[in-house]
């Protein structure tokens, strides 16, 4: 072995070594139990970011714990490639823009586009060592995803659970384009508060109402005021209609229980839409709808005030109209929740528009009884989605104003209205390139097509779908022997859109959970409370120039250092945590190869205490790692392996031992022997321990000496041994052995000695259960202490 340990050529020689070797390719075996993961693709919208790392490389380890507890690993690996993000990404990378070119042209470019950047992102998971199948790899864009996508659309339709109405939606218009009740993202944002006078009609003395607002813009869309019943202030006025400030038209004034007497004057101006409660209230109260704010965010040129103006210079505008009629008594800045697009950041309108929805709410009841069905890692993810299903308030719209998606396969005919979807044999389809095989049940064959394309999680919720070709008539249809995939592994932010969704379409479309586990990994933070991300620009180091400059493995290790679901921080100084065991590893296995040049497996007479100690312990660490990795705490077991490896192996085991493979002649050979077999035992479990978290320096660590004993061609196809409960006086030996050379250690540190110097007497403690181990060990310790005199001290 050289000196000093070459990464750079040495991982890219292991990955070549996998794929050669097809080592982590999935076949159908019934001998061994089905572990099947349902990795989250990931968006296609840039570079990639060591936050990324961190979860994804998480999930890639228990795909390795897993594979080395017998299973057989369904590991496939996707990409998100279409929708929105990918619009904006090509948008910026061209200069061009979506509304400005034929649908057909700027879809070409998405696909050309997303296909540099999937080969980027493919390259950055092999160069980690992911042992997925890429085989399996699909794309959310690619004809399967959309046929599986659209079939499920279909099929919703057919079971009545997907609809299509007129009625206020979410709306951005940035994007101009519907979006979900998941999509939206509450901050807190500085604003102004204003106080503002509307008259009271009849009134002779002139009565004016204050009305408290922070959309003054919103004015020419107020169609009634609301007080509570109960607010003695404001009784007398229910059932009149105030006149509406520049505008002057009147409005009724209603009584409304939802009214909060104690925010802002009590009077409440109903606008459509200002906000959700807006829209409750016209539904309930039966109110008209007046057009404000039109899809590009422009007002309506209806208004004969701010009419054609942006909402941001509208506001500026009117305000300064109003206070200069004298309408405005006070203005004040607070601070308030707004909810805006979680893609693009701008405050989310709410308009009339025709949609798509899939019903959700119906079945509410459902999708809370699933959240008990799954285990979820850590359990207090639970109560995220619990919390988001029982305060959910709309159905889901599925239709976006976009251009590059999967289409909705639907055409409405033009005599009649009626809807036809397209058969499952035709699909994918895009409605605006093709028609109906069929006449309507009118008998018109004349067909407008849908122009929307899905939401993106429409297609992202059915991935366990897509991974199992559900559907399929090609032989392909795993679903039976797939659903529910064994674990999800996804980021907490995702709960309630990817999470979520994939529960409701599985239970729609299966009628069962989508997977047994799900794994919620946490964020890797720029600073506190702002995690990295693309949008932010605030990784301070791509992955690849961090793999370059510390490899592969020092960046798995780190990422395997928090407990699950929890957020980090990174700073590349970590690393050299990493780099010190990755070299100590290297350097005890350097030593131990020299120790076991003329090792031969046969002929163990027996095992002196120490080494069946050091055994035990080994045992004991296996116990305790997959103990944790099977609770998905990845950063816990990794803390037992390194307490093992650091301490009890190269601190204390190796100290104790190495005299006596040393020098054979003075120690004995069959005492060598029992050495030997030792360090070979451990230094293997070592690299099986480690082999999850650091695949390849234990991968090499075992090519090159190993594989000549062993029958498993990598080490990555070895069973970590079955857990068994420890030998306790074993336990208790090696604990008192680490005491005593403990108390030598710091009784030269005290002194000034060298580790080598000998000392004059060395006190053993043990107890009866352990002292016939210790007059066993003697030499051993002698040979670690250099004690002129020991002597036993028995509790």
Known sequence: ??????????????????????????????????????????????SLHIGHIFSYAQAEMIARFKRMQGYNIFYPFGFDDNGLPTERLVEKVLGVRASEMRRSTFSEHCLSTTENYE??????????????????????????????????FIELYKMGKAYIKESPVLWCTNCQTSIAQAELETIEKETRFYNIKFGLKGSESKEQLLIATTRPELLNGCVSLFVHPEDERYQRIIGKEAIVPLYDYAIPILAESTVAMDKGTGIVMCATFGDS?????????????????????????????????????????????????????????????????????????IMPSKQWYIDILTDKKRFIEAADEINWYPEHMKNRYLSWVHNLKWDWCISRQRYFGVPIPVWYCEKCGAIQVADDEDLPVNPLESSPKKNCSCGSNDFLPESAVLDTWATSSVTPLINSHWGEKDGSDITSELMPMTMRTQAHEIIRTWAFYTIVKSIYHTGQIPWKDLMVCGFVLAKKGEKISKSKNNASQSPPALIEAHSADAIRYWAANAKLGTDTFFDADELTISKRLINKLWNASKFCFVQLDDYEPEGIEAFLPVDLWILERLQDTFNKAASALNEYEIGTARHHID??????????????????????????????????????????????LYAPYIPHITEYLYQTYFVNFESEPSLHLRTWPSNRPVDEVLYQFGEEIKVSIAEARRYKSEHSLSMKSP?????????????????????????????????????
């Open 1 to 46: 072995m050289q000196k000093h340990y070459d990464y750079k050529t040495i991982e890219k020689n292991i990955q070549k070594l996998w794929s050669d070797e097809k080592t982590y390719t999935y076949s159908k075996d019934l001998s061994k139990p089905l572990y099947s993961i349902d990795t989250p693709p990931p968006t296609v919208n840039g």
């Open 119 to 152: 080969k980027e992102f493919k390259d950055l998971w092999q160069s980690l060592g992911f042992s997925c199948d890429w085989n399996l790899q699909y794309e959310t864009i690619s004809p399967l995803a959309q046929r599986i996508s659209q079939r499920s």
């Open 277 to 349: 409660t807006d829209v409750d209230w016209v539904q309930s109260h039966d109110l008209p709808y007046r057009r404000v704010i039109e899809q590009n965010g422009l007002i309506s040129d209806d208004d004969p005030i701010i009419g054609g103006m942006h909402i941001s210079k509208a506001r500026k505008h009117i305000v300064q109209v109003l206070d200069e009629a004298g309408y405005i008594s006070e203005e004040k800045d607070i601070e308030h929740f707004v909810a805006v697009h979680e893609r693009c950041g701008t405050h989310v309108e």
């Open 759 to 795: 000392m004059p007497l060395l006190e053993l403690r043990c107890t009866a259960e352990t002292e016939a181990l210790y007059d066993l060990s003697l030499n051993d310790l002698k040979a670690c202490t250099h004690a002129e005199v020991m002597a036993k001290v028995i509790s």
């Open 643 to 688: 307490a093992f490896f650091w301490n009890d192996f190269c601190d204390n085991y190796l100290e104790l031992v190495k005299e006596r493979v040393y020098q054979p002649e003075k120690h004995g050979h069959a005492e060598k022997k029992s050495g030997q077999a030792a360090l070979y035992r451990v230094l293997l479990g070592v690299l099986e």
